[in-house]
């Protein structure tokens, strides 16, 4: 999806092209209206279920079938109409059935057709000559001589694949090579395929399985019914999606696509080449924001050219190619002379848009945000987001914007520096081999660790390391590279190290500093994206010589490369970031979703049970009546403990809730807890006290309620004749302990995760709406305890543990013990209108 | 009119006891037979088993996809379906009658509503004996509508709709050229109180497009925007 007009576009002509091709067999319609191209050295899959018609467009490919309507072209010339027309123009086939010649050896049906004279004359010859194809394309059958009839499966396939290549052919059609395989033979076929395409060979693959397309595959079309219904880019397509298209199913699943868009970019933001990186921040952008349609013009000679496009029609943006700065350069022209965002909320009713207005039109553009890139020597670019609709953008979307246009404007930074580099050769060097290291599919701290070590040895230095001091933190280590022995940092560096990250912030140039321990210390003070940071170098001996320069010139440009790794990093934690809030933003609406589930299921029984009662055509009996009444009383009663435990939550979630503490006897508490179950459950529940138990500060009924969730949970969420044993004892003087424990089935995985989290769960016996642990995890964090969950080799132990006191209350709880009466009226007091009245 | 609950038969899909309880006691007292069923894998079972006239469906079911078994109910029978839900988004309820549903009733609901959807449902799907249409033979392009047996043939292949489908299918082709309204549809094919639900107009015809039209042909039912549709002019 990303355009980079930069490299012009330089798209080869198709080797294939497939026009309006339409196949009917009697009454059947097996291909209807397909058109596609597939570019020379590209692998197009073609899915499909059964009957879609994926064998039949292969067919009519190889010129086994004379389509009823359309055209194939190859290389823009028309295909032949006979099978063997189109093999001389360079197709390729292999049939699922292969048509192998079964009483033959391996050599004659790889080369069967294209024997030559010398070969026919030549058993060893032709042998050899067999061997050598095989061993071209790695193809692990030794023994040319064997019956095709005694391979396996998965070697027969290779066998056809064998021959198919032998001919040399521009266009390499598989139909279904691995569907009658077994796993470890389709992993062998799938290795040749992955290398044919390494080697630059078109091919056009039919296939079922979703897996193998994404690792193969350039694109993916998918035929349902005789259509293409989709053309898809694997990397930004989600097998899932796939599954849906091919079965026809609506899904939804933008913010999934997203999610997994974003996560996809982020890796590739840590392994891409420096000329990939403009776009892919694009690509980035447009996914955090939701948004299609961005584009990013650099300065250039005084003149703004677009550099990188997303979401646009080649030819599009042809209007934007070249912008001057000012007015006549609409809102990016505007953007760029005042090195400020132009917010154009509604494109119709904008000056700057009426010379683009043919652009507006086509690409649907409704607003738009023009945004400048500042780089270290003034302005570097503008990026532009286009929106469907008009309106301002939020603050935050606006921020996001702007701390994008910072990594571009570091990504052009790093361009421009690459670019420089080639005049210094030693320098060079070593700044590549840092580059590379952080460039590559290694993560950045990874990759600091070896660029650091390079450049101790580009500088000939004893030590290098780099420190950083993230905003309002203590200053930490990334990196440190030392003489060999493992010896740690020298006093001189971490001395340099700290008195360096006191001052002021880095201007990324390096200065020397004299040490008394007779070490020569050059440090780079810069400023990264979470903080200031220093790179320094130190040697032993004291003076640098003629290399001076050459040093300062190397640290210079090594603190700049660093910079814009440690950049890159927090970009990815962003990423991470913005990838978590979507993904808790979908447990909220599945939360929510559940939950009006669960207030809707008594609202609808106690509505439909009243109505019942009210029917004037009916008159129930007495047994009825009274049957309908309970059901209303009980389905009530259970909205209003939904509603009660809602309450609690969004009061335990905005950090509210309020505890009216006392001293409180756990027995007491426990027995009150207990008696709160429905009577057939009390049976199963056992409370055993240890003695000596002290009584602790809490707010009384809070604990009733932990305890009750907890032990319904227990008794809720196992079979009936589950055993539930609550135990309490003192585990330190400070502090006690109070497991709930069952015999039952367990903690199901995806509870046992994150239990007490509030979100989308099973459904429980108890009808409640999976409140219940999240609500005892707050009250027992509010008392200044904890909660654990711990799964037993049978059912499940959950443990909580509280203070006897709770911090800050020590010195007036000691006052307390002094006499009943004493604690009585001073905790009244000192807890002030906390107090229960 | 005749009571819609003699010899009519009900399969109850639904989790919950007190909406089993509920249902089966109103339609018990009525004269209607019940048959529930708690989980979603006995439903196709009961389907072919106990013949039903019409199916509650529940589409929050315990280890099952209410649309998915939606789907495969109406792939088996042209039995009337109305699906009963908590999710009251206009969503699941265009999912669920492109997925076959005949209705889609969001709980809470009250007896009466329940009712009546019944009995709607009941009169569509086994429609009492018609008056002779005037034009028993509707001939439209490749596609023959008997309107006097109740069969679709399109090139002498039988089309297979649902009742509901057959409905509006009438309703169109026996007003040929005629613009009809969304609202005059909703009340002649669903029946009063339905004139506001759009939707259910507008997936019923992609529905009766798609069994009936063919890419790139002569369009059968035309859509006057923001309006109605009109069957195509002889």
New interface residues.
Partial sequence: MVAVSELAQAVAAPLLSVSGLGVTFGSVRALDGVNLTVRPGQLVALAGENGAGKTTLVRCIAGDITPTQGEIFLSGRRVGTDPAAVARQGVAVVWQDLALCENLDVAANVLLGRETRRMIFSDSRFHAAAASLLDSLGIPIQNTARRVSSLSGGQRQLVAVARAMGSKPRLLALDEPTASLGVMEAAQVEELIAGLREKGTTILLACHDIDQMFRLADRILVLRQGRIVADLDPLSTHPDDVVALLSGQPVDSTARRQLTRLHGLADRLVSADPSSSLSLILSALGAALGTEQLCMHLVRDQRLICAASLGFAPGQLASWAQLPFGTTGGPVGLAARSEKPVIEANVRASTAWIPFGDLARMAGVASSWSVPVAGPGGLSGVITVFRPRTGLPQRQELQLVTLYAGYAASTVERDRLLAQATARNRVLETIREMLENLAGPIPVTDGLVIAVQALRHGLQADEVALVTRPEGKVPRWRAFAGPPGGDPASPALRAAADSVLAEAAGDGATRQLTSSQGRRVRVVPFTAANGPAVLLASWKQPSAGKAAQEENDLMEDAAHSLRLALDREEAGLAHQEAAALRRSGELQRDFLSRLSHELRTPLTAIRGYASSLMQPDVTWDRPSQDRFLGRIAAESARLGRLVDDLLDFSTIESGLMRLQPDWCDLPLVLQAAVACLPPDDTAAVSVECAAGLPVVWADHDRLEQVFVNLINNAVGHNPPGTRVVVTAETVTPLQVAISVTDDGTGIPDDLATAPFEAGPRRRTRTGGAGLGLSIAHGIVRAHGGRIELRRLARGSRFRVVLPVESAGQHAEAAEHRLTDVAALVTGGAAQGGNHRD | MTDPAANTRVLVVED?P??V???R??LA??GFDTVVSQDGMRVLKLLETEDPDIVLLDL?L?EADGFELCRQIRERSLVGIIVVS???GE?DKV?AL?MGADDYLT??????E?LARITATLRRTRPAVLPEPQTPVVVAGDITIDLARQQVTR?G?PVHLTPTEFALLRELATNRGKLLTHSHLLRRVWGHGYETETEYVRVYVRRLRAKLEV??GEPLILTQPRAGYRFAPE
């Fill in positions: 919950d007190n909406i309880d509920l249902i006691s109103n007292v009525r929050m315990p908590a999710r009251g969503r999912t492109n709980k809470p609901f009250s007896i009466e329940l090139l292949q890419e790139g």
